[in-house]
């Protein structure tokens, strides 16, 4: 079964900093992996998506993925961060052989930016 | 329209009340899903439709039960539930027929809490 990781549970950080969210997963197949965000009081949105091709995947917002599968990661990046991207971070997989398509959700990254 | 709706938004029942959860989408998807996310927790699967035939149920308890009555419309029966089934209930829409290649879409949520 796959599984997955994220390492930082709650980053804090100032306005402008660069952000990077840890994100591991655990299957020795191909993957569609994603990173879904939760604003406060708000539905999950994609942020960004990864199925083939380009490991460096560009998404909303500014939001940048790199997909290193020789480390099974998949790390968000942002180069400069604003307040408004205070949420909650889900990095996901999805198998792709098994024909599952449900997603395992990594246990998310509270982010939060001071202003 | 990436948009899918949920009814209520939220929902206090006794734990010998029957409710439903409806989720309705437009965008054409041919699976739907059901999440059960809880207080600073990721979402986890409950059930999956596919072509309006349940394919997934992650041994959810009998007090849970979906219907699909169309390809648009997904309902969560609720009955004797209990204080810990207190959360938020997530659906969502995918379209199975890209194949490998389906993003999920999330509904806002119902916040059910059980007293």
């Known amino acids: 079964a796959q599984s997955v990781s994220q390492h930082n549970h709650h980053v804090i950080l100032s306005e402008a900093a660069s952000l990077e969210l840890g994100c591991n997963y655990s299957?020795?197949?191909?993957?569609?992996l994603f990173w879904y965000v939760q604003y406060p009081g708000q539905h999950l949105q994609l942020l960004l998506k990864y199925f083939s091709g380009d490991p460096l995947v560009k998404g909303i917002k500014g939001f940048e993925a790199e997909f290193i599968k020789s480390k099974f990661s998949f790390n968000l990046r942002k180069p400069s961060v604003q307040w408004s991207d205070t949420a909650e971070y889900f990095c996901a997989v999805n198998a792709v052989r098994t024909g599952r398509r449900a997603l395992t959700f990594g246990s998310g990254t509270r982010l939060q930016v001071q202003p | 329209d990436t948009e899918v709706t949920q009814t209520p938004k939220h929902l206090v029942m006794g734990m010998t009340n029957k409710k439903s959860l409806k989720c309705e989408q437009h965008?054409?998807?041919?699976?739907m899903y059901w999440y059960k996310q809880k207080a600073k927790k990721p979402p986890e699967l409950m059930f999956v439709?596919?072509?309006?035939?349940?394919?997934i149920n992650e041994s959810v308890p009998s007090r849970f039960s979906p219907e699909c009555p169309n390809s648009s419309l997904l309902n969560l029966h609720l009955h004797a539930l209990q204080p810990e089934d207190s959360a938020l209930y997530l659906c969502?829409?995918?379209?199975?027929?890209?194949?490998?290649?389906?993003?999920?879409?999330f509904g806002p949520g119902t916040r059910l809490t059980v007293t």
């Open positions: 299957y020795g197949g191909t993957v569609n």
């Open positions: 439709y596919s072509y309006e035939k349940l394919s």
């Open positions: 965008m054409g998807h041919r699976a």
């Open positions: 969502a829409s995918s379209q199975p027929d890209t194949g490998k290649r389906s993003v999920q879409y």
